[in-house]
T-cell receptor, first 113, second 110 residues
Framework: DGGITQSPKYLFRKEGQNVTLSCEQN?????MYWYRQDPGQGLRLIYY???????QKGDIAEGYSVSREKKESFPLTVTSAQKNPTAFYLC????????????FGPGTRLTVL | GQNIDQPTEMTATEGAIVQINCTYQ??????LFWYQQHAGEAPTFLSY????GLEEKGRFSSFLSRSKGYSYLLLKELQMKDSASYLC???????????FGPGTRLSVLP
């Protein structure tokens, strides 16, 4: 079965610690995205990558970092510089950067204590 | 700038019809998208409009008026499982990333 996986589903961290969220896809998609979702707000784009070894900042990239060393993987690191990291994080992919449909992973709910 | 508005919450009765509106202001336009998201889950794609008019897909239809910056999602024969948030998203220029609205939380009551 093809799809996108994110792990873990729930994550707890202490303030000041960096944490890395995993995102893997076996859909052979070129483009991958990271979104953040807060209550009452829409999805906001953090970073995106249209091809391996290349990525671009989205609207709210400050305090986050990513890498795209493999086509299948697009991990997101939430650094201690992110002032309000508690949120629901969604990873998505599409065939390429021009595709209309994005496929989303199940999400990771991060809580920073 | 880019701005997308949707009602925050709506309530409807099982078997009824409900219309969820979305208004947008974006620099450039290359498509409007509707996604469904159940609580705590990933959004799933519902529909795509790039030309004015109505697109029908089973119980769901989506309408677009580009001149008015307006779209709606129409859900017919509502079922309890339709209780979810409905996200409106717009792509500005071709190839640009999507901008999502805040979502409308729909509750379907028996």
């Amino acid at each position: 079965d093809g799809g996108i996986t994110q792990s873990p589903k729930y994550l707890f961290r202490k303030e000041g610690q960096n944490v890395t969220l995993s995102c893997e896809q076996n859909l052979n998609h070129d483009a991958m995205y990271w979104y953040r979702q807060d209550p009452g707000q829409g999805l906001r784009l953090i970073y995106y990558s249209q091809i391996v070894n290349d990525f671009q900042k989205g609207d709210i990239a400050e305090g986050y970092s990513v890498s795209r060393e493999k086509k299948e993987s697009f991990p997101l690191t939430v650094t201690s510089a992110q002032k309000n990291p508690t949120a629901f994080y969604l990873c998505a992919s599409s065939i390429d950067g021009l595709a209309n449909e994005q496929f989303f992973g199940p999400g990771t709910r991060l809580t920073v204590l | 700038g880019q701005n997308i508005d949707q009602p925050t919450e709506m309530t409807a009765t099982e078997g009824a019809i409900v219309q969820i509106n979305c208004t947008y202001q974006t620099s450039g336009f290359n498509g409007l998208f509707w996604y469904q998201q159940h609580a705590g889950e990933a959004p799933t794609f519902l529909s795509y409009n790039v030309l004015d008019g109505l697109e029908e897909k089973g119980r769901f239809s989506s309408f677009l008026s580009r001149s008015k910056g307006y779209s709606y999602l129409l859900l017919k024969e509502l079922q309890m499982k339709d209780s979810a948030s409905y996200l409106c998203a717009v792509r500005g220029n071709y190839g640009q990333n999507f901008v999502f609205g805040p979502g409308t939380r729909l509750s379907v009551l028996p």
